[in-house]
C-alpha cells in the first residue's frame, strides 16, 4: 500500500466523525484502514450515492492507496474461504505479513472412492491446539491421473459432497478442468484451477472468464510467467496466482528459490513493471514425491516414504519463508502436518503483537487454599501454553507469572531475569500467601536450578515440577498434595 | 449493432493523434474488434491494448493506442471499467510481449568472515579450518550476490552424560561415558564439520566439576579430533569465566570458538582468554538486537578483532518462539547489510533447543482435542531440521545440531541453496542433485 500514516488516510475520510463506522473519529477509523481491521465499505458516507459528488473521487482514490503491492485473491467460499497474497513486504518485522500461507493437501481422481472420501475427510478435520486457537489445514487440491473429464469430475464431486474446503482443480487439460466446473455449485465454491500454461492458456482464460474463478498460471521461465500475468490482466482476469515451479533438489531447487524471491521483490518493489507480477504465488513441495520409486509409495511408512515426507517438508519451510501464498503439499501424516503448520501460524504471526503478558496472580478453574500454585513466565507464548494445559485438564489451580521481561523459562533462568531474588519478589507482591494455606510453589522444571536458593530467599516450599507443562497432569497424580 | 474496427483505421486514428513515433512497428495481419451494443461502451481498452500490442508487436505504444481507441469510440471508453459480457467475446490471440525484470538488492555492508580452527601452519593441530560469514546479501540470495560459504554443523557433545530425547538418546549411547569417543562418532558417522563440547558438568549445581580437570575435557577432545571445535561452559554465570579461561588455555593456538560471552557475566575475562590463546568468542544475547549491538561494543573496547567475533541472538523452537529468533536475526542481518558494523558477524544458532519443543519428544498430545500427533520419533527430527533451516534463512551461518538425520537434511538442503551443486558438478551424488525434473509432473503423478 502507498500510504502509512493515519493522517494520511484521514484526509480522504469525510472528516466528519459521523461514527457510522463503529468508530469515534474519522481518525480512529483511518488506523483499523491501515491495520486491515476495517474495509472501505465500512463508511458509508464515502460511497454513498447522494453523497458522491462529495467523497467518490476521495474514496476511488483512498481505495488506490490502500490497495496491497501483492494482489490479494479469494479462494473457497464461506466460513473456511482463504484470502492469499495481499502484501506489502518483504521481511516480516517490516510491518507483518497478512495472509498466511494456505496449504492445500493432495487427492487423485484415480483413488477408491472409499479412500478419496476418508483422505477429504482427514484432511478437513485435523487441528492442532496452538497458543489459544486451532490450527486447521486450508484447501484440497484435485489431481487429474486419468487424465478423463468423467472420471475428473466425479472425483471432484465426491470431495465436494465431503467438505467445506476451498478447492485447487488440477490439470492442464482444459477439458478436465471444465468438467469439475461445470458441476453444479462447483463454480460457486470458487476454486483456483490449475494451470495455464504457454500452451493452453486461451482454454484457461476461457474457463476463468466463464466460470469467474481464480486461475494459476505456471511456466518455470519468468518471461513467460510475466507474459501470461500480463496477457490475463490485460483480459480483465486479475484473480491470478503465479506458479514458477518448484524444483525439489540441486540446482533446480536453488534456482526455483531465486524465482520465488525475484518474483516477490518486484511485485513489492518493483514500481509499474513488477506490477505484472504483483500476484499471490504457488510452490508444490509435492514435486518431492515425483520420480520416487514406485515401491516406496505402495509401502506407507518405510524408510523412503518417511524421507521423501521429510524431504517435501523442508521444501515447505522454505517456500512458506519465500513467498508461497498457497502451496500443494502430499504428506498428510501427523508429523509433517504439525511442524508445516506450525510454522505457517509462527511466520505469519504479526510481529508487532506484545511479546509479554502481564505479570500476576490467575486463577484456573475455581481454586481453592489447597489448590497446587504453579509458576511461569510472563513470556506470552509460555503463559498461554501452560494456562491452555491446565485449563483444558480441569486443574482448579493459581498461576503466579512472574516478570521475566517476556522469556520463557529456560532463557529467563539462564539469563538471570528468573532467579531467586524474582521469586522473592513475584510472591510478596501479588500476595500469594494469602490464596493458599499450604505455602507450597511448584517451580517449572526448567527452572530446578533455582529451586534452592528460591526456597533459602522466600521461606515457601519448593517443589519442582515436570519440565512441560503438557505433564501437570500425571505429575500432579503422583505429587501433590505435598507431604 | 456491432461497429468494426480494422487495423487501417487505427493507423488513420493514430495519425490524427499526431502519433508519428511508429518507426520499426510491422502490422502483422489484420485486426478486428467486434463491438456490440451503441453507447454501451463496455470494451475494456487493456484488451484493445493487448490486441495492438500482440499486431503492432510493441509495448511502448499502449498509452498512445489507447488514446487513439478512445477517440475511435466516441470517447467512452474509462480506464478501469471491469469486464464484461462483451468482453469476453474478446479474446487475445497471442501472448502479450513482455519480460520478467527485477532489481538487484543494493547492500553497502558485509558480513565479517570468521575463520575456527587452525592448522599446522597457523600454529594448531587441526587438519582444516573452517570459514563462516563472509555475506554480501541474504542468505542463499545468489542472484544479487554470491554467498561466499555455506553455512557450518557442529554436532554437540557433553562431558557427563545427559538426558535426551529418546530419538536422540539412541544414536549417543554407547558414546555418553566419553567426550572423544562422542566428538569422533560426530565426525566419522554424522559428518560433522565441527564439534561443540559442552562442559555442563562444571555447572555448581550439576558435579561443579573444577575448571582444570574440564580443560582436560577439552584436551581429549581436540585429540580425539581433527576438526574444529566450540568450547561451551555449563551456562552458569559466575563459574564460566574461570572454566572457559582454563579450556582456552589448554587449547592454546587451536582457534576455538569459546561459547560464550554474555551481558550478566564477567564477560571480560572471557573475552581476554579467547583473545590471549588465539580463539575466537561467541557473543552471546537473549532476543535483543540491542543488548547484542551493545555487548559487541563491549568486546571491541576490549581489544578482540572483529575477526573473531561470532554472535549468537539465541535460538528458540519452532512453535515456541521461533518468529522471535526468526524475526531478530533476519534484522540483525539486514542492519549488518545496511552497514550496521556493530551487528555485522556470523550468527551461530543453538538447534538442539528445538527438542525443548514438546511435539519433538513428547508421545501423546496433552490436548484431548487434537488430532492424532503420530509417533514421537518421526517428530522429533523435523522440528530440529526446520528449526536449523528457518534461522538458515534468516542468516544463520554455524548450527549446533544434535540428531544425526537432521544435521544431514540440513547440511544437504543449505549446500543445495547454497549452490553446491551448480559449483561441483563431478562430486558423487552430485549427478542426482544437479538433475531437473519435469515439476509439472506432479499433477498427474500416479503414485500414492
Not at chain 1, 364 to 392: C, H, M, Q, R
Not at chain 2, 277 to 298: C, E, F, P
Request: charge should be negative; aromatic fraction near 8%.
Amino acid at each position: 500500500m502507498k500510504i502509512s500514516s493515519p493522517m494520511e488516510v484521514w484526509k480522504y475520510l469525510p472528516g466528519t466523525n459521523c461514527k457510522e463506522c463503529g468508530e469515534k473519529t474519522c481518525l480512529a477509523f483511518a488506523s483499523l484502514l491501515l491495520e486491515r481491521k476495517k474495509k472501505l465499505e465500512d463508511c458509508p458516507p464515502l460511497f454513498d450515492p447522494l453523497a458522491k459528488s462529495k467523497y467518490g473521487e476521495k474514496g476511488r482514490k483512498l481505495a488506490e492507496l490502500l490497495a496491497p503491492e501483492v494482489r490479494e485473491v479469494e479462494i473457497g467460499v464461506g466460513e473456511r474461504a482463504v484470502k492469499i497474497g495481499g502484501e506489502d513486504v518483504l521481511h516480516r518485522h517490516e510491518r507483518t505479513f497478512f495472509n498466511r500461507t494456505a496449504l492445500a493437501y493432495d487427492v487423485w481422481d484415480t483413488m477408491p472412492e472409499a479412500e478419496l472420501r476418508a483422505r477429504v475427510r482427514r484432511i478437513s478435520e485435523w487441528q492442532k491446539f496452538y497458543v489459544g486457537e486451532f490450527l486447521r489445514l486450508d484447501a484440497v487440491a484435485v489431481r487429474s491421473v486419468s487424465d478423463d473429464a468423467e472420471r475428473f469430475a466425479e472425483c471432484v464431486r465426491q470431495v465436494s459432497e465431503e467438505t467445506d474446503l476451498p478447492l485447487v482443480l488440477c490439470s492442464f487439460d482444459a477439458r478436465v478442468v471444465e468438467a469439475g466446473l461445470k458441476l453444479a455449485g462447483v463454480a460457486e465454491r470458487r476454486p483456483l484451477i490449475y494451470a495455464a500454461t504457454e500452451r493452453n492458456w486461451r482454454e484457461f482464460l476461457g474457463l476463468a472468464k466463464q466460470f469467474e474463478v481464480p486461475v494459476t498460471l505456471f511456466s518455470e521461465n519468468l518471461d513467460t510467467l510475466n507474459r501470461l500475468a500480463l496477457t490475463f490482466s490485460l483480459a480483465g482476469v486479475k484473480d491470478l496466482v503465479l506458479d514458477p515451479g518448484t524444483q525439489p533438489v540441486g540446482a533446480g531447487l536453488e534456482e526455483s528459490f531465486s524465482k520465488f524471491v525475484r518474483l516477490r521483490r518486484a511485485g513489492i518493489e518493483g514500481e509499474e513493471k513488477g506490477k505484472e507480477v504483483a500476484f499471490p504465488l504457488m510452490a508444490v513441495p509435492m514435486t518431492t514425491w515425483v520420480g520416487l520409486a514406485r515401491e516406496a509409495r505402495e509401502n506407507e511408512g518405510n524408510s523412503e516414504t518417511l524421507e521423501a515426507s521429510y524431504w517435501e517438508a523442508i521444501l515447505a519451510d522454505l517456500f512458506i519463508l519465500k513467498y508461497a501464498d498457497i502451496m500443494i503439499l502430499h504428506s498428510t501424516e501427523p508429523h509433517s502436518l504439525i511442524p508445516v503448520r506450525t510454522l505457517v501460524a509462527n511466520i505469519y504471526t504479526d510481529p508487532r503483537r506484545p511479546v509479554s503478558v502481564n505479570p500476576g496472580l490467575k486463577a484456573v478453574g475455581n481454586p481453592s487454599e489447597s489448590s497446587p500454585l504453579f509458576v511461569t513466565t510472563n513470556f506470552a507464548l509460555t503463559y498461554y501454553t501452560v494456562e491452555s494445559d491446565i485449563s483444558s485438564n480441569k486443574i482448579d489451580s493459581f498461576l503466579v507469572v512472574a516478570d521475566t521481561d517476556g522469556l520463557g523459562v529456560e532463557a529467563a533462568v539462564a539469563g538471570g531475569q528468573l532467579n531467586a531474588e524474582v521469586m522473592k519478589e513475584t510472591l510478596e507482591s501479588f500476595a500469594v500467601a494469602e490464596k493458599v494455606k499450604h505455602k507450597t510453589v511448584v517451580l517449572p522444571g526448567l527452572a530446578a536450578r533455582i529451586s534452592g536458593e528460591t526456597e533459602d530467599a522466600t521461606g515457601w516450599k519448593v517443589v519442582v515440577g515436570p519440565r512441560d507443562s503438557g505433564q501437570i497432569p500425571g505429575w500432579l497424580e503422583k505429587n501433590w498434595p505435598p507431604e | 449493432m456491432a461497429k468494426k474496427i480494422t487495423s487501417a483505421d487505427l493507423e488513420e486514428r493514430l495519425e490524427k493523434h499526431e502519433v508519428v513515433e511508429l518507426d520499426g512497428v510491422e502490422i502483422k495481419g489484420d485486426l478486428e474488434f467486434e463491438l456490440s451494443a451503441a453507447g454501451g461502451v463496455a470494451v475494456p481498452p487493456s484488451v484493445l491494448q493487448q490486441a495492438l500490442q500482440s499486431v503492432l508487436g510493441v509495448q511502448s505504444l499502449a498509452q498512445v493506442a489507447q488514446a487513439a481507441l478512445q477517440s475511435v469510440l466516441g470517447g467512452g471508453v474509462q480506464a478501469g471499467t471491469g469486464e464484461t459480457e462483451t468482453a469476453r467475446k474478446i479474446e487475445a490471440q497471442e501472448l502479450a510481449t513482455a519480460r520478467f525484470e527485477v532489481a538487484k538488492a543494493k547492500w553497502v555492508g558485509k558480513v565479517e568472515e570468521v575463520t575456527l580452527g587452525a592448522t599446522s601452519s597457523d600454529g594448531g593441530t587441526r587438519e582444516k579450518v573452517v570459514k563462516i560469514g563472509g555475506e554480501k546479501s541474504l542468505p542463499f540470495y545468489n542472484f544479487d550476490h554470491k554467498m561466499p560459504h555455506a553455512p557450518v554443523i557442529s554436532v554437540d557433545c557433553f562431558d557427563i552424560p545427559i538426558p535426551l530425547a529418546k530419538a536422540v538418546r539412541g544414536h549417543y549411547e554407547d558414546v555418553m561415558q566419553d567426550p572423544g569417543e562422542w566428538a569422533k562418532k560426530n565426525v566419522r558417522e554424522f559428518g560433522a564439520d565441527m564439534v561443540t563440547i559442552h562442559l555442563i558438568s562444571t555447572d555448581p549445581l550439576i558435579n561443579d566439576t573444577p575448571a582444570r580437570e574440564a580443560a582436560k575435557t577439552v584436551e581429549e577432545v581436540l585429540q580425539a579430533v581433527k576438526v574444529p571445535i566450540v568450547i561451551g561452559g555449563s551456562g552458569n554465570p559466575e563459574k564460566d569465566p574461570a572454566v572457559l579461561e582454563a579450556a582456552a588455555e589448554a587449547a592454546e593456538g587451536e582457534r576455538c570458538l569459546i561459547a560464550s560471552a554474555n551481558l550478566n557475566m564477567d564477560y571480560k575475562r572471557i573475552a581476554n582468554a579467547a583473545k590471549e590463546h588465539g580463539h575466537t568468542i561467541l557473543s552471546w544475547t537473549q532476543l535483543d538486537i540491542n543488548a547484542q549491538k551493545t555487548l559487541n561494543r563491549y568486546l571491541f573496547k576490549l581489544g578482540v578483532p572483529r575477526e573473531d567475533i561470532v554472535i549468537d541472538p539465541t535460538t528458540a523452537a519452532l512453535g515456541y518462539g521461533l518468529d522471535y529468533a526468526f524475526t531478530n536475526i533476519e534484522r540483525m542481518r539486514i542492519s549488518a547489510l545496511k552497514g550496521d558494523t556493530d551487528l555485522a558477524f556470523p550468527i551461530s544458532c543453538g538447534i538442539t533447543n528445538a527438542w525443548g519443543a514438546r511435539e519433538a519428544w513428547m508421545k501423546n498430545s496433552p490436548i484431548a482435542e487434537d488430532s492424532d500427533w503420530g509417533p514421537a520419533a518421526y517428530r522429533g527430527p523435523l522440528y530440529e531440521i526446520m528449526t536449523g533451516l528457518t534461522l538458515g534463512v534468516a542468516g544463520g551461518d554455524l548450527f549446533m545440531m544434535m540428531h544425526p538425520k537432521a544435521a544431514a537434511a540440513v547440511k544437504r538442503v543449505t549446500q543445495m541453496l547454497f549452490g553446491a551443486a551448480a559449483k561441483e558438478g563431478a562430486e558423487a551424488g552430485a549427478e542426482e542433485e544437479g538433475r531437473k525434473i519435469k515439476v509439472e509432473d506432479w499433477v498427474s503423478w500416479g503414485g500414492r
